[in-house]
């Protein structure tokens, strides 16, 4: 089977999967306790009359039946039209001010933590036995076993009460609201000064994951036969490490990457929540708790269309980066 | 049955087999004594306090109303006293023993009056408000008499707060006051108000919980006090008095305090004690489930193959393209977030990445002679898969049993800790989603730590523990890296 076969057949899968999911959400959210209509209703009513709800229910086209809904829903999503959310305004502007904002926090974050991790877990595998390797290991697994929320809040109680070195929490200084600033370097200090804290436990939380599947796949390597001969041929170690295993265990890494940074636009729901940081996190977890079900379908397609992409891209890279995968 | 003895003792030869490899890993009996104490202290935390973990109240008669708190909230720990040296603390005093006076010996034991011109008192075997014990004044004429309780409050600093209950019954007017004095000086005084004639009344008379200044006026220094009743009737009369409690609460109470529930706050160790068993049955069930639904896709997905495995595996990659911890959220909040609830939706979105797994084992196992053979033979699906396929990818499974359940715990504890919680439930997420919403993040960090320290610690090391076994036993049973 080519290449173009294959491609082919993983589009169709994607269209597939893309469909499931977007049906399971729509009928996830039509589950949610009273239908959003009612809830809707119910947090609006005791505000206005009888024909400005009615008014207000047409304009969100919850009136028509559930099937003409459906096909609506599907074709809006496709044709990036997300509609409004029910209380602020277009939910197509309302996310492109979040996206940012959180690919600022994530970016930075995941840059951080794929660059350390990758650093440390080549560490470790290569003095794989030492001290350092079980200490990394064990930090590693530290990580996976402690509350992201309870880490988070125990920083924010160090670094910005008891020490009061950062801001707990916002996005900028206050003083920006009236006053923002047109120098980048100004902009940029101040930006980085509250995205802090909330990057430091993102980094915590996730590095650990980075660390382990960086040594896995580097110890898997370094075992071969073909290292033996290198170094038998007298190549340096550092070359060994670089050029061949690197090389080598570098695949399942660069799909990650891939999926992660895919992944970066849902934000993170604790962490945005813990540090009131006005991401894509924070607006999921408020658009639950509101019923805003125009916001939350916008956002479960964005980012399940995104995580498709991604997983079709690291295979994609997958045959590119290693001759020796053929598709099908 | 010669046959099942010589299973038996196979399977025991092997489990000493796995045990005498097991037993070389320290992580893994490290982990394996941490959950076991969890188990034993979630088993036993009815014996080990003696409170209720959701809304603990204390126990008797109380007919004013629901049974007073059990302690003032974020009250310290116990053993700041001895531990910290901080001796002044005060503790919780309830100075009256047998407060719904149940026989005569104690009234007569510990209450004290002075017989006036004009009214007559004694304790009653019968009269009380369930036909017990209780005092009873019999006026002539107008006068004013007092009966009381002594009591040592040892304590240098004041109490947090206190509580007078009093239950009683006058046959005409009567003014009724409660007191407490110091020697012969009132440091607090309250009149019992709207009292029906006729038929009993009962009453809570509380000091409010941030009063310090009423508290220092009340109980300045340690010494001899007493709480004294008042009665002043304006004619003849019949007054009876029961059910008079006075409870102190002190700033220490408890193994590590009381939480910021103002109202009823609860003793944070046998929340924390209690909590063990919410997270373990959470953790190992969430586990078991996600573990035995990824086994089962992944066998059937991968032996049977064709449409069957398409299906599965389209499934599977469409719950693994949604965001899970959102759709997590909304799922908990469409269904209404109970206990089982809970398990299941962790459960349900935890079995993708092991049924894959099994699956290409299966995959390649499939096409072994092994199976061939037993095709040939005759038999069936079930058969082959249960018998040949399942004892080869079992290693597998107690790898993944031991690693998920960390994962569920986690799962568990930040959706409460984000508010989706069982109501009925105090589970250690749930603590610290009540100190995020509480006001104590603006005191200093010393009044308020053992509310949020122990439940994220708790968390953390039972985690942990279910991680270190995992990493054992992928060490002995992981074909991978078993040395050789």
Redesign the interface.
């Known amino acids: 089977m080519g290449l173009k076969k294959f491609i082919a057949q993983r589009i169709i ?1 994607m269209i ?3 469909w ?2 977007l049906t ?2 729509f009928i ?2 039509n ?3 009273g239908s959003p209509v009612d809830q809707y209703v119910q947090k609006m009513s005791a505000r206005m009359t009888q024909e400005r709800l009615n008014e207000l229910k047409e304009h969100f086209g919850l009136t028509k039946p559930l099937h003409e809904r459906y096909i609506q829903y599907i074709w809006n999503l496709l044709t990036w039209n997300f509609g409004h959310s029910y209380y602020s305004g277009a939910v197509s502007q309302l996310m492109a001010d979040r996206v940012a904002r959180t690919l600022e926090l994530m970016g930075l974050a995941e840059f951080i933590t794929i660059i350390l991790g990758i650093l440390l877990g080549t560490i470790a595998a290569y003095k794989r036995g030492s001290l350092t390797d079980s200490a990394l290991v064990l930090g590693s ?2 990580t ?7 880490l988070g ?2 920083i924010k ?1 160090v670094f910005a ?2 020490l009061n070195l950062f801001p707990s929490s916002g996005m900028y200084p206050e003083a920006w609201i009236r006053n923002w600033p047109k120098d980048i370097f100004t902009y940029m200090s101040g930006r980085l000064y509250h995205l802090a804290l909330p990057t430091i436990t993102l980094v915590l939380f996730t590095v650990g994951g980075w660390i382990l599947l960086t040594r896995a796949c580097v110890l898997e390597n370094i075992t071969e036969d073909y290292v033996i001969t290198a170094r038998a041929k007298g190549v340096k170690e550092r070359t060994i490490l670089y050029r061949h295993v690197m090389k080598n265990a570098s695949l399942p890494i660069i799909t990650s990457v891939v999926l992660a940074v895919a ?1 970066m636009i ?1 934000g993170a ?2 962490t945005e ?1 813990l540090f009131n940081y006005q991401g894509m996190g924070l607006l ?2 408020k658009s ?1 708790g509101n019923y805003d079900i125009p916001v ?1 379908s916008a ?2 397609y964005v ?2 269309l995104l ?2 992409i991604a ?1 079709f891209v690291a295979d994609l890279l997958y045959g590119v980066l290693d001759p020796r995968i053929r598709y099908g | 049955m010669a046959l099942r003895k010589e299973k038996i003792k196979f399977t025991l030869k092997r489990f000493k087999g796995f045990w005498t490899q097991y037993s070389k890993s320290k992580q893994g009996i490290l982990g394996l004594a941490i959950v076991i104490g969890y188990v034993i202290l979630a088993v036993i935390a009815p014996y080990l306090s003696p409170y209720e973990p959701y809304a603990p109240k204390l126990k008797g008669y109380y007919p004013a109303g629901t049974n007073p708190k059990i302690a003032t909230y974020l009250a310290v720990p116990i053993w700041y006293k001895t531990l910290l040296g901080m001796k002044d603390l005060s503790e919780n005093l309830f100075p009256i023993k047998d407060h719904a006076m149940s026989t005569v010996e104690t009234i007569t034991s510990q209450w004290h009056w002075t017989q006036t011109k004009g009214a007559t008192i004694t304790p009653s075997p019968n009269k009380g408000d369930r036909e017990d014990a209780c005092i009873e004044i019999n006026f002539t004429e107008p006068t004013t008499v007092q009966v009381w309780v002594t009591f040592n409050y040892p304590y240098k600093n004041s109490p947090k707060e206190f509580c007078i209950h009093i239950s009683v019954l006058v046959q005409d007017k009567a003014d009724i006051t409660v007191s407490i004095a110091k020697g012969e000086v009132d440091t607090y005084t309250e009149q019992v108000r709207d009292i029906s004639s006729g038929k009993w009344t009962h009453r809570f008379i509380k000091s409010g919980v941030a009063s310090p200044k009423l508290m220092a006026q009340t109980f300045p220094e340690p010494g001899e006090y007493s709480l004294k009743i008042k009665v002043t009737s304006y004619g003849n009369n019949t007054v009876r008095l029961d059910n008079i409690d006075l409870l102190i609460y002190g700033e220490a109470f408890g193994l590590l305090g009381t939480d910021g529930n103002v109202d009823r706050p609860r003793d944070i160790f046998t929340t924390l004690i209690y909590g063990t068993r919410i997270s373990l049955i959470v953790g190992l069930l969430s586990a078991a489930i996600s573990t035995f639904l990824g086994l089962l896709i992944g066998l059937i997905s991968g032996y049977i193959g064709g449409m069957v495995d398409e299906a599965l595996m ?2 599977a ?2 719950l ?4 899970t ?3 997590l ?3 908990i ?4 977030a109970t206990f089982w609830n809970l398990i299941l939706i962790i459960s349900f979105l935890g079995w993708m990445v092991f049924a894959r797994q099994i699956r290409s084992m299966v995959l390649s196992l499939k096409e072994r002679t092994f199976i061939e053979a037993a095709k040939v033979s005759g038999a069936s699906t079930s058969y082959i898969i249960s018998k040949h396929l399942m004892p080869n990818v079992f290693a597998l499974v107690y790898i993944t049993l031991a690693t998920s359940v ?1 994962g569920a715990i ?1 799962t568990e ?2 959706l409460s ?2 508010g989706l919680f069982d109501p009925s439930i105090v589970s250690w ?1 749930r603590m ?1 989603n009540e100190f ?1 919403n509480s006001q104590a ?1 603006i005191l200093p ?1 010393s009044q308020y730590w053992f509310w ?1 320290i122990p ?2 610690l708790a ?3 039972l ?2 523990a279910f ?2 076994i995992g ?1 054992a036993l992928d060490e002995i049973l992981n074909p991978k890296l078993r040395k050789r």
């Not at chain 1, 996976?144 to 309870?150: D, E, K, L």
């Not at chain 2, 693994?320 to 965001?323: R, Y």
């Not at chain 2, 909040?333 to 209404?336: D, M, R």
């Open positions: 899968y597939i999967v893309l499931l999911a399971a959400n996830i959210f589950m949610m306790p697994l530290f996976y076993s402690v509350p992201i929320f309870w809040w125990i109680l009460h008891e992944g849902g729901i604790i929540t999921t977890w639950i939350l956002i479960f980012t399940t995580t498709i997983n | 389209r499934f990659d469409f693994l393209v949604l965001p911890l959102p759709l959220i909304v799922l909040v469409a269904t209404s960390p986690i504890a930040s800790w984000l997420g610290l995020t993040m960090f949020v439940p994220g968390i953390m090391t985690a942990i991680i270190l990493y």
